[in-house]
């Protein structure tokens, strides 16, 4: 089992930034891909990025690429996600995800492809 917790969520105006973190407890994420993916009211849950267990490979959703940048500390079981240039449409509940299979590489976006999930932190920006 594996817990994750999110903060760093709040409210921010158009093109502020705001660094989200994804606290992990229980089994190590060490070789784990993870992930955040975003709800938003009336809206599936959608993928926003991922990366790898050594960090070294990383994929975005087209929507936050070139704004937002995931990066991950193993040695303190932490997963970040920095998010600049805040739009309105950003607005929603980000969640983090680990895939705890450490013999898969692939840096997957569909949402059933992770294991464990985080409580969520909202972020709200106002235009």
């Known amino acids: 089992q594996v817990q994750l917790v999110e903060s760093g969520g709040g409210l921010v105006q158009a093109g502020g930034s705001l660094r989200l973190s994804c606290a992990t407890s229980g089994r190590t994420i060490t070789g784990a891909a993870m992930a955040w993916f975003r709800q938003a009211p009336g809206k599936e849950r959608e993928f926003v990025a991922a990366?790898?267990?050594?960090?070294?490979?990383?994929h975005y959703a087209d929507s936050v690429k070139d704004r937002f940048t995931i990066s991950r500390e193993n040695a303190k079981n932490m997963v970040y996600l920095q998010m600049n240039s805040l739009k309105p449409e950003d607005t929603a509940v980000y969640y983090c995800a680990a895939r705890m299979d450490y013999s898969d590489t692939y840096l997957h976006t569909a949402d059933d492809s992770y294991n464990y999930w985080g409580q969520g932190t909202q972020v709200t920006v106002s235009s």
């Open positions: 990366i790898s267990w050594s960090g070294d490979d990383k």
